[in-house]
């Protein structure tokens, strides 16, 4: 299986910078995934890094370093808006296919 | 990005029934579905990988008798729980994804059995 960890909460200030890290250990690596999730919602695509390196999209930046297994999701400016659950999901392929798996989630707390 | 519809978004059945749950992408053709299940809390579970016209492939723990998957077309994939039970009360979110791309959700299906 793919052992995907994360911290289980993070609280910040609106408009400070925060940095969500997560460690990941598999084989069949295919890609790392970071969703957004609200309460009782669908989770919502943010990122997607295949190979090393940092890949920017307005206030949201993540990185990923395949060597260390390790990848983080940088959010700047935050915003009230940003409290909710980060997961971080690695895509392994099979056999046959392939499969997102998913770490717990770390729950962003954004007070004013 | 591309719209994935889940239906329906909340249910409410009997112990005993059976609920369908549909999974459709509205504006591309999906190779593959998948199937989550997320209790409170607690992250994403895959149930299930399914591909158009072949059968569906559970993950370990997971009784293909009980929750039923077809995948009729490009754009559709149904799960359906069988005589359900309460321990089967949770969200479950299907996605949609080409192959290589990201995965679209859809707006996940609260289930409680009562």
């Known amino acids: 299986g793919q052992n995907i960890d994360q911290p289980t909460e993070m609280t910040a200030t609106e408009g400070a910078i925060v940095q969500i890290n997560c460690t990941y250990q598999?084989?069949?690596?295919?890609?790392l995934f970071w969703y957004q999730q609200h309460a009782g919602e669908a989770p919502t695509f943010l990122s997607y890094?295949?190979?090393?390196g940092l890949e920017e999209k307005g206030r949201f930046s993540s990185f990923l370093s395949r060597s260390k297994g390790y990848s983080y999701l940088l959010l700047k400016e935050l915003q009230m808006k940003d409290s909710a659950s980060y997961l971080c999901?690695?895509?392994?392929?099979?056999?046959?296919?392939?499969?997102?798996?998913f770490g717990a989630g770390t729950t962003v707390t954004v007070r004013a | 990005g591309a719209v994935v519809s889940q239906h329906p978004s909340r249910v409410i059945c009997k112990s005993g029934t059976s609920v369908k749950i549909e999974c459709r992408s509205l504006?591309?053709?999906?190779?593959?579905m998948f199937w989550y299940r997320q209790f409170p809390k607690q992250s994403l579970m895959l149930m299930a990988t399914?591909?158009?016209?072949?059968?569906?492939?559970?993950e370990q723990g997971v009784e293909k008798d009980k929750f039923l998957i077809n995948h009729a077309s490009l754009t559709l994939s149904t799960l359906t729980v069988t005589s359900a039970h309460p321990e089967d009360s949770s969200f479950y979110i299907c996605?949609?994804?080409?192959?290589?791309?990201?995965?679209?959700f859809g707006q996940g299906t609260r289930l409680t059995v009562v």
């Open positions: 999901a690695v895509r392994v392929l099979r056999s046959n296919d392939y499969k997102l798996s």
């Open positions: 598999t084989s069949g690596f295919n890609g």
């Open positions: 504006d591309f053709q999906a190779t593959t």
């Open positions: 996605s949609a994804e080409v192959l290589g791309t990201e995965a679209f």
């Open positions: 890094n295949v190979l090393d």
């Open positions: 399914s591909n158009e016209g072949s059968k569906a492939t559970y």
